[in-house]
């Protein structure tokens, strides 16, 4: 695997990093290394402003940074933009997302979707930014990748790089799912 650089900045005491350097790595050795040749770096900082920004690729279209979000949070706004369902990811609609479900969406679909924003479209284009896949080819990007490597089993002892289980749900609206922070 070709060395990539990787950054981070300490988020403020309320906030937190749910994924690391060695969960994009996992991520990356499960992907082909043509999805992700442009990557030089990634880094993990604090400017998601509230939960407005999960991530983004940086201008020169070779970065991905991830954002630290708040330890309790729900991701459903997220799910309703993309069409998504929070079930794909081991949470349930109106509640608090357990950590292993904000993991799951953090590296399968904004990293992906991050991911998708540095393949190239039209290599002839003038402009640099026409060159590159736009928000809704990125969304298709990542759906049609996290739905490839979820469709076989990845043996690896972190749940974060397999789909949910039916157990994960089965701990009703709180029940005896695990939270960050409480």
């Not at 736009?134 to 690896?156: C, G, P, Q, V, Y």
Request: net charge positive; hydrophobic share 40%; aromatic share 12%.
């Amino acid at each position: 695997m070709r060395r990539i650089h990787f950054s981070v900045i300490h988020p403020n005491a309320k906030r937190i990093h749910f994924v690391n350097e060695t969960d994009v790595t996992v991520l990356l050795s499960r992907l082909p290394h043509e999805l992700w040749q442009r990557l030089r770096g990634v880094h993990f900082n604090d400017r998601s402003f509230g939960v407005r920004r999960l991530g983004y690729v940086n201008r020169g279209r070779h970065d991905i940074a991830l954002c630290a979000l708040p330890q309790r949070l729900s991701l459903n706004a997220c799910c309703r933009w993309n069409a998504l369902s929070p079930s794909e990811f081991g949470a349930l609609w109106g509640a608090k997302w357990p950590v292993l479900a904000v993991r799951r969406f953090m590296l399968y679909d904004v990293f992906l979707h991050e991911l998708g924003h540095l393949q190239v479209f039209d290599s002839r284009r003038a402009s640099r930014r026409l060159r590159f896949f736009d928000e809704k080819l990125a969304n298709e990007f990542a759906i049609s990748w996290r739905h490839r490597l979820w469709s076989t089993h990845f043996d690896h002892p972190d749940l974060v790089h397999n789909p949910p289980v039916a157990t994960e749900l089965a701990g009703g609206k709180n029940g005896d799912r695990v939270f960050v922070g409480g």
